[in-house]
């Protein structure tokens, strides 16, 4: 039934059977866990989903997202949680300047390649700290060709990372220095990244449970996977841990959230404790 049929209705509330459903598919898909302890959060999103695109009856709608991939996608973006800031947990940008970096050039020459890969980058906020933060406090960083990748499986937040607009919640743990820099002002107290910095990160979309969506990415130096992992259970940690290996060039090193611990989910990498920050290697 769609709404041409029924003008105005609202879809019904979901069973317990619907809400398992829901759960099955973003799992598949995302590596993410919905049950029903999230009742509330799934009914909002799909009751959403559904008006947009004409349904009210949501086993007509699961069938729909089995061949529609543009409204699965804008299902999965409107699942996916995109709460960062600029210079979020920046111990491990100290660390990625001081320790692995000056590592990781050990074996190259001025002017070779330095791949970092921001994965999920959200809105860009995760990506263009990496920028700046090298910028600012790696001495070496024109002497590379430093490239800095940012993924997400929500292409909803990596068109906003493109235009690169912040507001100033985003933008509160910066130095003002740094603010002054790097944004400009835009209308309604909103600031935008300079054009030099949203040319120098490029934005593509990423599955990390999904090896074929990574493939065409290469392999990189450094990896900042931060606070995703949360969101999986043990079989999708153990899957994405393995696919990020993969995208790892040997000796590369891959940094997680603060609550994160790659010990707990693979024995392929080897902890690094450094002065600002645990991390892993690729051995």
Not at 31 to 46: A, D, L, Q, W
Request: with cysteine; aromatic share 10%.
């Amino acid at each position: 039934m769609t709404s041409q049929d029924s003008a105005g209705l609202h879809p019904p509330p979901l069973t317990s059977e619907d809400i398992a459903r829901v759960g099955e598919l973003l799992y598949r898909w995302t590596g993410m866990i919905f049950g029903e302890s999230k009742r509330y959060y799934i009914e909002r999103r799909i009751a959403e989903r559904m008006k947009r695109s004409g349904h009210t009856n949501i086993k007509a709608y699961l069938g729909f997202l089995g061949s529609h991939t543009a409204e699965r996608e804008a299902l999965i973006n409107a699942f996916t949680i995109n709460e960062t800031y600029f210079y979020r947990e920046d111990h491990q940008f100290a660390a990625l300047a001081r320790d692995i970096l000056p590592d990781v050039i050990r074996t190259k020459r001025p002017g070779d390649l330095v791949r970092i890969w921001s994965m999920p980058c959200s809105t860009g906020e995760e990506a263009y700290s990496i920028a700046i933060w090298l910028l600012e406090n790696w001495p070496l960083v024109d002497a590379y060709n430093v490239e800095i990748v940012g993924s997400d499986i929500d292409t909803a937040a990596l068109n906003k990372a493109v235009q690169g607009h912040f507001t100033e919640r985003s933008l509160a743990r910066l130095p003002d220095a740094v603010r002054e820099s790097y944004f400009e002002m835009q209308r309604g107290h909103h600031r935008r990244i300079i054009q030099d910095l949203r040319e120098s990160v490029r934005f593509t979309p990423a599955n990390i449970i999904d090896p074929m969506t990574m493939t065409g990415l290469g392999t990189f130096d450094v990896i900042l996977c931060r606070n995703l992992l949360i969101y999986f259970d043990d079989a999708a940690r153990l899957q994405a841990a393995n696919n990020l290996y993969e995208r790892l060039n040997p000796g590369g090193y891959i940094c997680l959230g603060h609550s994160e611990s790659m010990g707990r989910i693979s024995d392929r990498f080897t902890l690094a404790r450094l002065a600002d920050a645990i991390v892993y290697r690729k051995a």
